[in-house]
């Protein structure tokens, strides 16, 4: 199965997608974890990116769609995936359609902007795994070391209340429009991201099933 997840930053995209991956066999696809990794390892690319991500603004259209393309190459994804932050523009949309990216169904979470801000500035992740938590919604153990691994919490630069504003008005901007590509497409499905993770799990998992035996 092939799936987008599509929704406003903090709707819960990258936690759902990596539990629906998990209990499907996908392969997980992030831009943004990908782009974040680009970036720790000092690569051109990822500097080229930093300012755009800093900013709370898109990363341009060309550098994302190539890490995409390369990424869809490799063997993990022969059994199906989950794009998970991509496409965010229209412009990127039409270059799958028109490369042959293929997606099956794609999953639309919505959320309130004002549950968004309280979500991302709760946000911590971990220093060295990339493992992401919330301080009241998702806390680890201490409060203060990753559960997987140990490291220490951070608060990602992006989640800060100015840039988060910006990312929301991207967000509005940029990436909404794709509902209704995607809708006249009768490939959009739309949940509601719930306050319960596990209940947020539970509607996206019923969702991607419901899609799945319509394929
Ligand atoms: P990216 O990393 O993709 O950020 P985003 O889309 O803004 O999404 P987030 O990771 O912030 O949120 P999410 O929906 O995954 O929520 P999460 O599960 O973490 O992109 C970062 C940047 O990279 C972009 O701004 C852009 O510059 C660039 N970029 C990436 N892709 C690009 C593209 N295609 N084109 C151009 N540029 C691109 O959850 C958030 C928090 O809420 C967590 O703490 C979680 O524990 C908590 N939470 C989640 N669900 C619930 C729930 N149901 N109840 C309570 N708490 C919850």
């Not at 998702?138 to 559960?147: A, L, R, S």
Request: aromatic content about 4%; glycine content about 10%.
């Amino acid at each position: 199965m092939k799936l987008i997840f599509l929704g406003p930053p903090g709707a819960g995209k990258g936690t759902q997608a990596e539990r629906i991956a998990a209990r499907y066999g996908l392969a997980h696809i992030s831009t943004g974890d990908m782009l974040r990794a680009e970036l720790r390892a000092g690569t051109p690319l990822g500097q080229q990116a930093q300012g755009y991500m800093n900013r709370g603004e898109l990363v341009p259209d060309d550098i994302v769609v190539e890490l995409v393309r390369v990424r869809l190459g490799e063997e993990d994804c022969q059994n199906g995936y989950i794009l998970d932050g991509f496409p965010r523009t229209l412009t990127q949309a039409q270059i799958m359609d028109e490369t042959s990216i293929d997606v099956d169904v794609v999953l639309n979470i919505e959320v309130a902007d004002e549950k968004l801000v309280e979500r991302l500035s709760g946000r911590r992740e971990c220093k060295s795994c990339g493992a992401a938590y919330h301080v009241l919604y998702h806390p680890t153990h201490d409060g203060k070391t990753c559960d997987e691994c140990g490291g220490e919490l951070v608060t990602r630069s992006d989640d800060v209340p100015e840039v988060i504003r910006k990312r929301l008005v991207v967000y509005h901007r940029q990436t909404e429009p794709l509902k209704e590509y995607y809708r006249k497409q009768g490939k959009l499905t739309t949940v509601q991201g719930q306050e319960e993770l596990a209940e947020t799990t539970r509607i996206v998992l019923s969702a991607v099933a419901e899609a799945e035996a319509k394929l």
